[in-house]
Antibody, heavy 120, light 107 residues
Framework: EVQLVESGGGLVQPGGSLRLSCAAS????????MSWVRQVPGKGLEWVAN????????NYVDSVKGRFTISRDNAKNSLFLQMNSLRDEDTAMYYC?????????????WGQGTLVTVSS | EIVMTQSPATLSVSPGERATLSCRAS??????LAWYQQQPGQAPRLLIY???TRATGIPARFSGSGSGTEFTLTISSLQSEDFALYYC?????????FGQGTKVEIK
């Protein structure tokens, strides 16, 4: 069974840092692109970042460029999101999502999310 | 950035009736459109990809149609578990973008 389990969320002050993790199981992690998608409580979904299978190609939404870094450890079946210079508007539930497709990719599996709250 | 606009924001439907949800893209996304269902307190679940292909395990009462800029998700006969939030998402261009969602509620 495919499982994605996020961790690392919590309360952090503006300007602070946080590192999110996503533990994957039930599939060959190194064969899939992976993304982080966030959702402000009670609001819609926003794709944040993705990383290719080998970890060498990454993409980010403009609002997090230069502040967030996505990475993966295929040996440990894990996905990460290093978040620096956090802002109030980064407060959200952060989901880890597996991508599926060929040439274009959709999100076929999601974790349950980890909540990040940025507040003083 | 491609803006995805869903309508209506809320759809009130009786169990057993048909629900039709719309999604419009600000520019063509070809057929690179997915639909997700989200229950309260849960993660989104993939329903449809490629505008019309049901994901594994999704009941046949869910169907998707459209291409270019206009898309539709139809639920042919609403079951109790179908009352939820539904999001469309384009994956044709960067950044991937979602609609704001349609809430399907019990009438």
């Amino acid at each position: 069974e495919v499982q994605l389990v996020e961790s690392g969320g919590g309360l952090v002050q503006p300007g602070g840092s946080l590192r999110l993790s996503c533990a994957a199981s039930g599939f060959t992690f190194s064969s899939y692109r992976m993304s982080w998608v966030r959702q402000v409580p009670g609001k819609g979904l926003e794709w944040v970042a993705n990383v290719k299978e080998d970890g060498n190609d990454k993409n980010y939404v403009d609002s997090v460029k230069g502040r967030f870094t996505i990475s993966r450890d295929n040996a440990k079946n894990s996905l990460f999101l290093q978040m620096n210079s956090l802002r109030d508007e980064d407060t959200a539930m952060y989901y880890c999502a597996r991508e599926r497709g060929r040439f274009v990719y959709w999100f076929d599996r999601w974790g349950q999310g980890t909540l990040v709250t940025v507040s003083s | 950035e491609i803006v995805m606009t869903q309508s209506p924001a809320t759809l009130s439907v009786s169990p057993g009736e048909r629900a039709t949800l719309s999604c419009r893209a600000s520019q063509s996304v070809s057929s690179n459109l997915a639909w997700y269902q989200q229950q309260p307190g849960q993660a989104p679940r993939l329903l449809i990809y490629g505008a019309s292909t049901r994901a594994t395990g999704i009941p046949a009462r869910f169907s998707g149609s459209g291409s270019g800029t206009e898309f539709t998700l139809t639920i042919s006969s609403l079951q109790s578990e179908d009352f939820a939030l539904y999001y469309c998402q384009q994956y044709n261009n960067w950044p991937r973008t979602f609609g704001q969602g349609t809430k399907v509620e019990i009438k």
